[in-house]
């Protein structure tokens, strides 16, 4: 009785009012005049930085009438959604509407021989940007960010800048995660519009677009590959590696693509997560042919390893740096109570990070969303493994065929052909558009030191084309581990058998089951980190324990995989759960993920209230 009760819960689809406004500690203390000020990309780092963040205008019109033309709705704060309460909107964005933004900016003067660069942190989910009323770029994606050089449409003194956006949320076939315009149980809130950080820099007309930091760990070195935003035959890099000061590696080359030799190095670990500085220049002969530094960014890395490799026992365990190393996850899905999925400040991803680590984890599993650099960036310097999902996308899920059966029924599955149609990938277009955002996030992404494995899908949210999808992201990074599909519908890929289950007693599942990548072929034909051809096996979710806090819920509806009363029998349920974790460990478990970091409107089976205030744990 109690599963049915639980699958009943997943499937409330209720038009519902907006949540009950709870605030966190961090609300009151957001400024307009001063918000998500830190420097948004801490791995490529510049002195020039114009923060665009704080009150812009906004409207909402009709997808056919006219945009505002100055009459305006009113103030929102960038960089949060309208449907958020510290947007100061509290309006839901829906299919058929256009939200506009508008602002001016003002330039002293336009340097010589500099380009001056747009950059949006991520805007949900298509939008058209205009610089003093010229096109300045179109983007599609929710969760990328993109970058536009404006420099020929603008002039010294004001100019206005606005940026106009379209969501279907869940009513089209774009990656959307967990948002719907009907939240309840399992889905939340939509969001919609610019929800990360908008600013500029001025760059030198040849300037590094891209760097890609892959640590060699087995051979004592960083590779590199520095890309330019122009073919520059004249180009020098130098570049320098540091650690506490002290200068540890030297090179100075004219290739874009090289090594660095990092002697006696510091492994990267979460109890000794070691960073070290990285400071790149572009060298660039002038007029008299003498080499000069053009531009110069700042950025780190680490060296550690991910692999799959057999223990004394010969079972196939995931290593961190050839060492078996459980991971010891929680599931985090990002969501804020005043925010929605914009955080209020620095400060509240640094607290939720730091709060897990004391519960005693070692991973977060990035649930169905990516996150602004700056999280990312915490993970890494604080010593925060991470296993980054792919936001899922797609049409109307059969929820009962991909989610309700596979819970009852766990070995109950679809057959690969048979997917598209039951998870929302009978699109063309929308298959195409997971491969191109799956590409994007992992160049995106790929230089974090904390990125340990990808979760390609979820439940079989929107899963099509395992085998191929599969051999795609280990053709983009075989420096870390996959995760082909978590939860059920396994086909026998990637380096992890991995299930969910929060209904039935925990078991490890099935030991050393071959690695099948690429329709059948072992992983040795094809570059892996799985060295012994064999899956670890993981538990990617469970528990779920639903504890609601008085005065601390969002929604009044109480949704969790087992009920509880009190704070003490909390503890004494998730300590129960712990040890059976490590009995299984034991068995040849090799990580599990617990849900989850913090209750998100209906669900109240968090760690945290969903406000931040109450640690059940406490």
């Known amino acids: 009785m109690k599963l049915l009760n639980a699958l009943n819960a997943l499937s409330v689809n209720k038009e519902t009012a907006a949540p009950d406004s709870l605030k966190t500690p961090w609300t009151d203390r957001v400024n307009p005049g001063h918000v998500w000020e830190e420097y948004p990309r801490p791995q490529m780092v510049r002195d020039s930085y114009i923060n665009l963040n704080g009150l812009w205008h906004y409207a ?59 950059h949006f942190g991520a805007v949900d989910e298509r939008c058209r940007v205009c610089v003093n009323g010229h096109e300045a770029g179109r983007h599609q994606g929710g969760y990328l960010p993109f970058t536009f050089d404006i420099t020929v449409l603008v002039h010294p003194g004001h100019n206005t800048l606005t940026v106009s956006c379209l969501d279907d949320s869940d009513t089209g076939c774009h990656t959307r995660g967990k948002q719907m315009l009907k939240r309840g149980g399992i889905f939340y809130t939509a969001q919609s519009g610019i929800w990360q950080t908008v600013w500029m820099e001025w760059v030198p007309d040849i300037y590094v677009e891209n760097i890609r930091l ?62 070290y500085d990285l400071k790149i220049e572009l060298c660039l002969p002038d007029k008299a042919q003498k080499r000069t530094v053009t531009d110069c960014v700042a950025s780190y890395f680490a060296m550690r390893c991910f692999s799959v490799e057999r223990d004394a026992e010969g079972i196939a365990r995931l290593c961190l740096n050839h060492v078996p190393y459980f991971h010891n996850g929680v599931l985090d899905q990002g969501y804020w109570p005043d925010g929605l999925y914009t955080a209020p400040c620095d400060e509240a991803f640094i607290h939720d990070i730091l709060t897990m680590k004391k519960a005693g984890f070692n991973m977060l599993r990035k649930h169905c969303k990516l996150e602004p650099l700056r999280w990312y960036y915490h993970c890494d310097r604080l010593g925060m493994l991470v296993w980054q999902d792919m936001p899922n996308g797609g049409s109307s899920y059969d929820m009962l065929r991909i989610c309700y059966l596979p819970t009852l029924i766990p070995s109950r599955g679809i057959r690969d052909r048979e997917l598209p149609a039951a998870t929302g990938r009978t699109s063309p277009a929308g298959r195409q558009e997971w491969y191109r955002q799956t590409r994007e996030t992992i160049a995106h992404l790929y230089s974090c030191p904390c990125i340990a494995s990808w979760v390609l899908f979820n439940e079989g949210w929107g899963q099509f084309d395992t085998a191929r999808a599969t051999d795609f992201v280990r053709g983009l990074d075989p420096t870390r581990t996959l995760d082909q599909a978590s939860g059920w519908f396994d086909h026998r890929g990637g380096d992890m058998r991995s299930v969910h289950n929060y209904f039935r007693r925990l078991t490890c599942p099935e030991r050393n089951t071959p690695c099948l990548d690429r329709a059948g072929t072992r992983p040795e034909d094809t570059p892996s980190p799985n060295r012994c051809g064999m899956r670890a096996a993981v538990i990617s979710e469970y528990g779920g324990l639903a504890l609601p806090m008085s005065g601390h819920t969002a929604t009044g509806q109480s949704f969790g995989y087992r009920s509880l009363t009190s704070q003490e029998d909390f503890r004494e349920r998730f300590s129960a759960l712990l040890s059976q974790i490590c009995h299984l460990a034991g068995q040849g478990l090799s990580a599990a993920v617990y849900t989850q970091v913090s209750d998100i409107e209906d669900e109240v089976n968090g760690i945290l209230t969903y406000d931040r205030i109450i640690n059940k744990l406490d």
């Not at 509290?90 to 602002?103: A, D, E, I, N, S």
């Not at 590959?225 to 090179?251: C, K, M, W, Y």
């Open 60 to 118: 909402i019109r009709g997808i056919s009438a006219p945009g505002p033309r100055g009459s305006w709705d009113g103030k929102i704060l960038v960089p949060f959604s309208p449907e958020s309460m510290l947007s100061g909107v509290m309006r839901q964005l829906k299919p058929g509407q256009v939200l506009h933004y508008g602002r001016r900016f003002t330039l002293p003067r336009i340097p010589k021989a500099r380009r001056l660069l747009l």
């Open 214 to 275: 892959t640590p060699e760990y087995d051979r004592g070195r960083l590779h590199c590959r520095i890309t330019l935003n122009q073919p520059s035959p004249d180009a020098l890099f130098h570049v320098t590696a540091s650690a506490e000061g002290e200068t540890v590696a030297e090179l100075s080359t004219v290739s874009s693509d090289f090594s660095l030799d990092i002697p006696d190095f510091l492994p990267w670990t979460p109890e000794a997560p070691y960073l």
